[in-house]
Nanobody, 127 residues
Framework: EVQLVESGGGMVQPGGSLRLSCAASGLLFKNYDMSWVRQAPGKGREWVSTIEYSGETTHYADSVKGRFTISRDNAKNTLYLQMNNLKPEDTALYFC????????????????????WGQGTQVTVSS
């Protein structure tokens, strides 16, 4: 059974930083491209970032580019999202997700390609 478990969320002031983690099990993690997706209160899910299986290629939504960094440690089966200079509009439930079929080239900007989702970790940015 594939499991994705996010952690690291919390409450932070504007301008602050957080690092999210996603621990994966039940799949050969090093073979899967991985994404972060978020859902703000009262809104639909929004793609945030994707990283290739090797970690060499990454993509970001314009809204987070230059502030967020996606990375992975394949030896630890863990995906990360370093979030700096956080803004109130970054407040959301953050999910990690992956697909059996689609790769990074199809994941960018899309939400309909994922087979597996975590339960999410809440990030709240407020003064």
């Amino acid at each position: 059974e594939v499991q994705l478990v996010e952690s690291g969320g919390g409450m932070v002031q504007p301008g602050g930083s957080l690092r999210l983690s996603c621990a994966a099990s039940g799949l050969l993690f090093k073979n899967y491209d991985m994404s972060w997706v978020r859902q703000a209160p009262g809104k639909g899910r929004e793609w945030v970032s994707t990283i290739e299986y090797s970690g060499e290629t990454t993509h970001y939504a314009d809204s987070v580019k230059g502030r967020f960094t996606i990375s992975r440690d394949n030896a630890k089966n863990t995906l990360y999202l370093q979030m700096n200079n956080l803004k109130p509009e970054d407040t959301a439930l953050y999910f990690c997700a992956t697909s059996h079929t689609y790769t990074i080239h199809s994941m960018q900007g899309r939400l309909d390609v994922y087979d597996y989702w975590g339960q999410g970790t809440q990030v709240t940015v407020s003064s």
